[in-house]
């Protein structure tokens, strides 16, 4: 049995990034899709979008050094 690209994943989510996403204020959490929820947990490439949402939360991010 295949399991999708939006399936679920058999590691866990950074619980770091966890506590992150969580400490956030409730309008921006409200703004973030699930496929930017997931790249951020995952530590996988930041959409240009989720960027834009957290550049008032995040320091100095050059979005082309690795994570």
């Given at each position: 049995m295949a399991v999708s690209p939006g399936g679920p994943?058999?590691?866990k989510p950074d619980s770091q990034r966890m506590a992150v996403l969580?400490?956030?204020p409730l309008e921006i959490k409200q703004q973030i899709t699930g496929e930017e929820a997931l790249a951020f947990?995952?530590?996988e490439e930041l959409p240009e979008s989720?960027?834009?949402k957290l550049k008032d939360y995040l320091?100095?991010?050059d979005?082309?050094?690795p994570p």
């Open positions: 994943r058999k590691e969580r400490s956030l947990l995952y530590s989720l960027l834009e320091e100095d991010i979005p082309s050094d």
